[in-house]
Nanobody
């Protein structure tokens, strides 16, 4: 079983920065697409950023230029560096590990979430 443990959330003023980390158990971390999602109160969970095994990335438009996702396969860890934070970035942030294998199907694992609160 793959386990994901997030850390790094907290309270920050508008314009500030936070770095989220997600440590993943197991020995096939490098094969997963890793993603950061967020869910604000009353809203649907949305994908913020994702990074593939080849380290290509994609971001939701609202965070482009402010957020960087990266991965360290040696440490089984994915990071989300968030700069110029805005109150609308306030949400619970979840780490996701995703993999599709023809023989075994889709594997999706989630962390427990970490709260990010940005004050105006």
């Amino acid at each position: 079983q793959v386990q994901l443990v997030e850390s790094g959330g907290g309270f920050v003023q508008s314009g500030g920065s936070l770095r989220l980390s997600c440590a993943v158990s197991g020995n096939i971390f490098s094969l997963y697409v890793m993603g950061w999602y967020r869910q604000a109160p009353g809203k649907q969970r949305e994908l913020v950023a994702a990074i593939r095994p080849d380290s290509t990335t994609n971001y939701v438009d609202s965070v482009k230029g402010r957020v960087t996702i990266s991965r360290d396969n040696a440490k089984n860890t994915v990071y989300l560096q968030m700069n110029s934070l805005k109150p609308e970035d306030t949400a619970v942030y979840y780490c996701n590990a995703h993999r599709v294998v023809v023989t075994t199907g889709i594997s999706d694992y989630w962390g427990q979430g970490t709260q990010v609160t940005v004050s105006s």
